[in-house]
C-alpha cells in the first residue's frame, strides 16, 4: 500500500515548455488534489477533483490544467511554464466528499519543479 | 471559506507539553478543524480532526470550546522530533473537503 505517489520527484523546465505532474492513490479515494508551496509559505490549493469525472479550481488556478484519469489518477499540466510557476507541488487524497473525513487528506512526497 | 489565525512560531523544551491555539472566527456550521504536521521537504501529515468538545488520538489533543471560533492542539510531552510547522486548518465537509492552508506555527523543541 504505496498511499499517494507523485512522479518525477525534481524537474527543471525552461520557460515556456510543458510539462504533466502525475499522482495516483491506491487508497480507493474519491477526492484528490493539487497544492503548490512557495518557500515560508502554507500550502495553496491548485485545482480539486471531489469525484471522479469532476474537477473545480482551488485558490491558484492560472497557468494550470487538471485531468482526473480515473479514480486512482489525477494529473496536473503546465501548458507553458513560468518562473513564477517555481514551487513544491503536492499532490493529496481523501476518503470522499459526503463524510467529515474529506478533511483528513494524505499528502503525497511532492515534485520539485525549477522554470528558468 | 473560513480563515485561520495561528501563532508563526513557537518554542518548547523536550519533555513539555505544548498548545497551539488557533482562531478561526468565521467557521461555519458543518466546517470540521483539522491539524496537519509538516516536516521540512516533505508533505504534510494529518494528525487530528474534530467538530466540537475534545478529541484525543495517540499523539495530540485537540480542544474546541462551544462557540468554536478558536481551537487548541496540545502536544503532550514533546520531543526533537515533534520540531515541525503545524497548520490549523477549517474544510467544508460538503464541498471536497475544500481545504485553505495559512502559513502554520513553526514548533522548534530544543533539549
Known amino acids: 500500500n504505496a498511499g499517494v505517489t507523485q512522479t518525477p520527484k525534481f524537474q527543471v523546465l525552461k520557460t515556456g515548455q510543458s510539462m504533466t505532474l502525475q499522482c495516483a492513490q491506491d487508497?480507493?479515494?474519491?477526492?484528490m488534489y493539487w497544492y503548490r508551496q512557495d518557500p515560508g509559505m502554507g500550502l495553496r490549493l491548485i485545482y480539486y477533483?471531489?469525484?471522479?469525472?469532476?474537477?473545480d479550481k482551488g485558490e491558484v488556478p492560472n497557468g494550470y490544467n487538471v485531468s482526473r484519469l480515473n479514480k486512482r489518477e489525477f494529473s496536473l499540466r503546465l501548458e507553458s511554464a513560468a518562473p513564477s510557476q517555481t514551487s513544491v507541488y503536492f499532490c493529496?487524497?481523501?476518503?470522499?466528499?459526503?463524510?467529515?473525513?474529506?478533511?483528513?487528506?494524505?499528502f503525497g512526497p511532492g515534485t520539485r519543479l525549477t522554470v528558468t | 471559506l473560513a480563515k485561520t489565525t495561528q501563532p508563526i512560531s513557537m518554542d518548547s523544551y523536550e519533555g513539555q507539553e505544548v498548545n497551539i491555539t488557533c482562531s478561526h472566527n468565521?467557521?461555519?456550521?458543518?466546517?470540521?478543524i483539522t491539524w496537519y504536521q509538516q516536516f521540512p521537504s516533505q508533505g504534510p501529515r494529518f494528525i487530528i480532526q474534530?467538530?466540537?468538545t475534545k478529541v484525543t488520538n495517540e499523539v495530540a489533543s485537540l480542544f474546541i470550546p462551544a462557540d468554536r471560533k478558536s481551537s487548541t492542539l496540545s502536544l503532550p510531552r514533546v520531543s526533537l522530533s515533534d520540531t515541525a510547522v503545524y497548520y490549523c486548518?477549517?474544510?467544508?465537509?460538503?464541498?471536497?473537503?475544500?481545504?485553505?492552508f495559512g502559513q502554520g506555527t513553526e514548533l522548534s523543541v530544543k533539549p
Open positions: 486548518l477549517v474544510g467544508l465537509y460538503n464541498q471536497g473537503g475544500k481545504l485553505i
Open positions: 474534530g467538530y466540537k
Open positions: 468565521n467557521i461555519a456550521t458543518n466546517d470540521y
Open positions: 493529496a487524497s481523501s476518503l470522499g466528499t459526503f463524510s467529515g473525513r474529506s478533511t483528513e487528506q494524505y
Open positions: 487508497m480507493n479515494h474519491n477526492s
Open positions: 477533483s471531489a469525484s471522479e469525472g469532476t474537477t
